[in-house]
């Protein structure tokens, strides 16, 4: 285990036709590591993006070096979870940084989420978009009141004693996440919320930071009915087993 200042962190980004986004988002994580003095490593997980998106990530690596940038893809869409799980097998670090690639969490939250963490020794730091000054941008109505009400739900069920549970952007010790993994069966939407939930059935200690989430803003989004059907499906399963 990294000890004080010998601190890695290690950047999942799951990519699908991200190729508008991921070198800015790139350049922005660079950016804000080097300038917080943090070591990092960004491995980039492409599930055989039709739009050129591994291309892409090969001229980065070029850019930022082969220490910096590790381009780990597979074959086709496989799921987060997985991708999450693909990505943790190639890092170094001893903490795991999960954020979206489509620009959506801003990487100048990160060093927040690092003091956070060793302010109060944290196991997971998760951004939230629901309390302190934490909010989202660019949604519309609809939208937004699918993201309350999910929330709202998941709490009264659940009692999760987070905030935000069904966001993204987190910051996990290495090993905590791996043991997540092995507990966690939920794909898509729920992954996220599944997550917080066994963290605290396991006892994690769990610290929140507010976020600006902005929506994407190139290529589409990717929650459509599907997602809200499966979201209420593995919330009333993890009622039903948690």
């Not at 055989?48 to 940038?69: F, H, M, N, V």
Request: hydrophobic fraction near 40%; aromatic fraction near 10%; charged fraction near 25%.
């Amino acid at each position: 285990m990294a000890a004080g200042g010998a601190d890695k962190f290690s950047v999942l980004l799951p990519t699908y036709n991200e190729r508008e986004n991921l070198p800015l988002v790139v350049w922005l994580l660079a950016r804000t590591f080097q300038e917080s003095g943090n070591n990092f490593e960004i491995i980039i997980i492409d599930d055989g993006s039709p739009d050129g998106t591994q291309e892409i990530a090969e001229q980065l690596r070029k850019i930022y070096g082969s220490d910096k940038i590790l381009l780990r893809p597979r074959a086709r869409k496989l799921g987060l979870g997985t991708a999450y799980i693909h990505g943790m097998k190639h890092a170094t670090g001893n903490f795991i940084v999960i954020m979206d690639a489509d620009l959506s969490h801003h990487p100048k939250f990160i060093p927040e989420f690092i003091r956070k963490q060793k302010e109060g020794n944290f196991d997971i730091v998760s951004g939230t978009r629901y309390k302190g000054n934490g909010g989202v941008y660019g949604w519309d109505l609809k939208r937004k009141l699918i993201s309350r009400g999910a929330n709202f739900l998941t709490q009264v069920l659940l009692r999760p004693g987070a905030s935000d549970l069904t966001g993204s952007f987190r910051l996990y010790r290495k090993e905590v996440l791996q043991k997540l993994m092995e507990k966690c069966v939920s794909k898509g939407y729920v992954f996220q919320m599944e997550m917080i939930v066994r963290a605290r059935q396991l006892g994690y200690s769990i610290g929140e930071v507010p976020i600006s989430f902005v929506d994407r803003v190139y290529g589409e989004s990717k929650l459509g009915g599907n997602e809200i059907v499966s979201f209420l499906k593995g919330l009333l399963t993890l009622f039903a087993t948690t």
